[in-house]
Nanobody, 116 residues
């Protein structure tokens, strides 16, 4: 079965950096575009970044462009999100996502808190 396990979250000061990881299993990882989403308290889940199966193309939400970098290692079945110049408004639970047809798969999420 599909499993997505996020890690790497934590507490960081404004301007700092974190690197999130998502270990994937149960499907042919390299064949699928993968996504990072986030959800802040009281807000809707929003798309942060996406990367194609081979890693050749990536897209970002307007709020993170120029600060976040999505990448993947298909040999390790792992998705990454490098987050630099973090702001308090980046505080949220971050999820990786994979979908097939109408079925969405989510990990348990990892909390990122940006605060001084």
């Amino acid at each position: 079965q599909v499993q997505l396990v996020e890690s790497g979250g934590g507490l960081v000061q404004p301007g700092g950096s974190l690197r999130l990881s998502c270990a994937a299993s149960g499907f042919t990882f390299s064949s699928y575009t993968m996504y990072w989403y986030r959800q802040a308290p009281g807000k809707k889940r929003e798309l942060v970044a996406a990367i194609t199966g081979a890693g050749g193309s990536a897209n970002y939400g307007d709020s993170v462009k120029g600060r976040f970098t999505i990448s993947r290692d298909n040999a390790k079945n792992t998705l990454y999100l490098q987050m630099d110049s973090l702001k308090p408004e980046d505080t949220a639970v971050y999820y990786c996502n994979h979908y097939v047809g109408i079925t969405n798969y989510w990990g348990q999420g990892t909390q990122v808190t940006v605060s001084s």
